[in-house]
């Protein structure tokens, strides 16, 4: 009896476990890779902008499993101190969140339905520059969270990038091109006129023999004896 009560819990806790674990487990001793929860804010994790202009603060977040009741926030990092600037909770992929802004010139402008939490700071200053943290948490994994640093950098105006080398490689590469065109117009007309000398040649010829038959012709008509009377 008491063999088949300690069964009997075991069976139970089995059942209870985490289903998500298990399939964790399976994953990884089948060598799947299976990816939770991400954060991210682009290839590009900084933004040079003009003072007094508005910035997209892009950010995305992925998960293997889907998501429920997931929470995001974005802070400000104040040399150290971490602003937060707006948080809110997606209850899951159809539900767009209820946003809580807490400065005046954010604005959130991302959609859960493409997993999309990102916002806008309107009307930049120099105060302004520094680093901005996307956070997320997932409860869906077991609270699972990630988070994302995009730089900010505030500058009188945008720096002028230097076209010369570019500039100069289009102009060396169109030059070849150029000079492949008319190699071959020039190779197409040489050609072009060593066949129309041929066929010249080739006329005189015929024409030469053609001659030669009605002279040889016009002699042998006149070497014939006068008939006899």
Same mark, same amino acid.
């Given at each position: 009896?008491?063999?088949? !009560? !300690? *069964?009997?819990?075991?069976?139970?806790?089995?059942?209870?476990?985490?289903?998500?674990?298990?399939?964790?487990?399976?994953?990884?001793?089948?060598? /799947?890779?299976?990816?939770?929860?991400?954060?991210?804010?682009?290839?590009?994790?900084?933004?040079?902008?003009?003072?007094?202009?508005? =910035?997209?603060?892009?950010?995305?977040?992925?998960?293997?499993?889907?998501?429920?009741?997931?929470?995001?926030?974005?802070?400000?990092?104040?040399?150290?101190?971490?602003?937060?600037?707006?948080?809110? =909770?997606?209850?899951?992929?159809?539900?767009?969140? !209820?946003?809580?802004?807490?400065?005046?010139?954010?604005?959130?402008?991302?959609?859960?339905?493409?997993?999309?939490?990102?916002?806008?700071?309107?009307?930049?200053?120099?105060?302004?520059?520094?680093?901005?943290?996307?956070?997320? !948490?997932?409860?869906?994994?077991?609270?699972?969270?990630?988070?994302?640093?995009?730089?900010?950098?505030?500058?009188?105006?945008?720096?002028?990038?230097?076209?010369?080398?570019?500039?100069?490689?289009?102009?060396?590469?169109?030059?070849?091109? &150029?000079?492949? /065109? /008319?190699?071959?117009?020039?190779?197409?007309?040489?050609?072009?006129?060593?066949?129309?000398?041929?066929?010249?040649?080739?006329?005189? =010829?015929?024409?030469?023999?053609?001659? *030669?038959?009605?002279?040889? &012709?016009?002699?042998?008509?006149?070497?014939?004896?006068?008939?006899?009377?």
């Amino acid at each position: 009896m008491a063999t088949d !009560r !300690r *069964n009997s819990g075991v069976f139970r806790s089995f059942h209870s476990g985490d289903v998500v674990h298990a399939a964790l487990t399976v994953s990884l001793l089948l060598g /799947v890779r299976v990816w939770g929860l991400e954060v991210s804010v682009g290839k590009i994790s900084s933004l040079e902008a003009m003072n007094g202009s508005t =910035v997209l603060l892009p950010c995305t977040y992925s998960s293997c499993i889907g998501i429920k009741n997931l929470y995001f926030n974005w802070h400000y990092n104040d040399n150290g101190t971490l602003q937060k600037l707006c948080e809110a =909770v997606i209850p899951n992929e159809d539900v767009e969140p !209820r946003v809580n802004v807490y400065h005046e010139r954010v604005e959130f402008v991302g959609s859960s339905k493409s997993n999309n939490i990102s916002i806008l700071l309107w009307n930049i200053t120099f105060e302004d520059e520094g680093e901005y943290v996307c956070f997320a !948490r997932n409860p869906k994994e077991k609270n699972r969270n990630h988070s994302a640093v995009y730089t900010l950098i505030v500058v009188d105006q945008v720096k002028e990038v230097d076209t010369t080398l570019t500039t100069i490689i289009v102009s060396v590469v169109g030059g070849v091109i &150029g000079l492949v /065109v /008319v190699v071959m117009v020039i190779k197409a007309l040489v050609v072009k006129f060593l066949l129309s000398d041929d066929k010249n040649k080739d006329c005189l =010829v015929s024409s030469s023999g053609n001659d *030669n038959t009605e002279n040889g &012709g016009a002699a042998k008509t006149d070497t014939k004896a006068p008939p006899k009377a």
